[in-house]
């Protein structure tokens, strides 16, 4: 424990034992603290050449950092992004559809596999032949 821990959890009220704190303090800094210098003296000196400080603060954040609610334009884009992306898959699906149903010049044969295991995936496999 250091000196300033041990000077907070006295100042808090956590520990009684003020002879223990100036044995340390008057080992740790012989140069500033005489042997005959009671609590009081000992703390004034040592806040004085800022060994000690009162009103220590943790460095951790001060204040926690609430979300906003968003405004109506981040929730119009938002929503312009959710039709843009229903759009795409509904046009993504209807390609796929007329290529899998259309005759002619593109998919004029279609030849399927039956459906194969592989690694617990099922697999059916298709073919189209184009002319």
Known sequence: ?????????????KATDKDVFLKNAKSLFPQ???NHFGF????QILKQN?????????????????????????????????????????????I??????????ICRNKIELPIIKINNFLINISFFFSC
């Open 96 to 105: 796929k559809a007329d290529v899998l149903t259309q005759k002619g010049s």
């Open 32 to 34: 500033y603290i005489p």
């Open 50 to 94: 800022s060994i000690l400080t009162e009103g220590y603060i943790d460095l951790g954040p001060s204040q926690q950092i609430v979300a906003s609610p968003k405004e109506s334009y981040e929730l119009a884009f938002e929503k312009y992004l959710q039709e843009a992306k229903k759009e795409k898959e509904a046009a993504e699906e209807k």
């Open 40 to 43: 009081d003296l000992t703390t």
């Open 1 to 13: 424990m250091t000196l300033q821990e041990h000077y907070n959890l006295l100042l808090e009220g």
